[in-house]
Structures are given as C-alpha cells and as structure tokens.
Antibody, heavy 120, light 110 residues
C-alpha cells in the first residue's frame, strides 16, 4: 500500500529553523513530482513548494521564497523541507503530497501531516 | 485571499443535491488547466475526490461529479449523506502562481 508519513509535531521560536521530512513507501518515489502543502489552523490549503522527480525543477510559493528550501533523496524515498527565518504565520499543518504521474497535475496521495507551531 | 473562489459554506438535507462552485480566471481555469476536487473530513488530511474536471478515482461514489466551463468549475453531490459533511477544496494550476487552491467550502448536512 502507498504511504506518505511526515515527521512529528514541532515547536520553534520565531526566527528559528526547522527541517521537515516525509517518508514514502509502497511506490517508486523516484518517478514522481513531490510537493509540500500547508494549512494554517482553521484556514484553507496553501501550496508551498514542489520538486521534480530528479530534483531538476523546483518551485516555491512567494510567501516562503528565500526562506524555505525543498529537497529529496530518492535512494531513501524521502522528501524534505528546510524552513528558515520562521514566522508566526508559518504555523500550520504541513502535508507532503504526491503529484499524479502524467500531464494532469493533481495530488493523488497525501500524508497525514506534521504540525508546525512558531511561537515564543 | 485564495486564488480560486469558493462559497464558504453550503448545506443540504439528507438525500438532496448540492453544488459547490469554484471560480478562477484567465490565468488558471480559463487557460484550460484542469480542476480537481478534494474532500477533507474533520481532523483528516485532504483526499482526492475528482480529478481532471470530471473523473472519479477508484472508490469514490458516483454521487460525486464535477464539471468545468470557461473560468469556473462545479462539484455536485447527489443523494446527500451525513458522512459527506466535510470541507471541499478545488485546485488548479496558475500560469504565474503555480498550483492554486480555492478557499474551501464547508458542507453541512442538515
């Protein structure tokens, strides 16, 4: 069965750094574009960043550009999000999501999410 | 402010039909990019409900259907059931903003 499992809950101070991880299993991770999507408490979904299968193409939302860096390690089937200069407004549930294989771009597999709280 | 516009809430009685709209612009839905829908049950991660405007993944009941026209799309749910109570999100691709979501619609089953 296909799974995405993000790392546990995190509490960090404003201005601090954090590295999220997502472990994939049950499918050939190296074939897929991967994404991070976040959801602030009581709010909607917000796309954060994406990385192509071979890490050639990386895209980042304007709201986190220059602060967040996505990466992956295909040999370990792992996805990462390095988060620097964290702000209170970065507090959210962060989901790891797989993008569909092909030319219709939707998220066909989601992790359960990892909660990030930025607070003094 | 979400790039795609959805009504904040809709409601319906069991057995009824409800629709949820998703309005975009010429840089996303209007350009021909597909619309996809996700269902998020309370306390859970989003789950793919409709992809490619009107396709259902395996396991999604045929009570759920999608459509797209111009710069807008719709999700229809017929034969409403209590278990359908959830948040629903539309998603597309925007030529300038990459992957974009609607603000979400909370469905209440009366």
């Amino acid at each position: 069965e296909e799974h995405l499992v993000e790392s546990g809950e995190h509490l960090v101070k404003p201005g601090g750094s954090l590295r999220l991880s997502c472990a994939a299993s049950g499918f050939t991770f190296s074939n897929y574009y991967m994404h991070w999507v976040r959801q602030a408490p009581g709010k909607g979904l917000e796309w954060v960043s994406s990385i192509s299968a071979s890490s050639t193409y990386i895209n980042v939302a304007d709201s986190v550009k220059g602060r967040f860096t996505i990466s992956r390690h295909n040999a370990n089937s792992s996805l990462f999000l390095q988060m620097n200069s964290l702000r209170a407004e970065d507090s959210a549930m962060y989901y790891c999501a797989r993008m569909s294989f092909g030319n219709i771009w939707y998220f066909d597999l989601w992790g359960r999410g990892t909660l990030v709280t930025v607070s003094a | 402010q979400a790039v795609l516009t959805q009504p904040p809430s809709v409601s319906g009685a069991p057995g009824q039909r409800v629709t949820i709209s998703c309005t975009g612009s010429s840089s996303n839905i209007g350009t021909g990019h597909d619309v996809h829908w996700y269902q998020q049950l309370p306390g859970a991660a989003p789950k793919l409900l409709i992809y490619g405007n009107n396709n259902r993944p395996s396991g999604v009941p045929d009570r759920f259907s999608g459509s797209k026209s111009g710069t807008s799309a719709s999700l229809a749910i017929t034969g409403l059931q209590a278990e359908d109570e959830a948040d629903y999100y539309c998603q597309s691709y925007d030529s300038g903003l990459e992957w974009v979501f609607g603000g979400g619609t909370r469905l209440t089953v009366l």
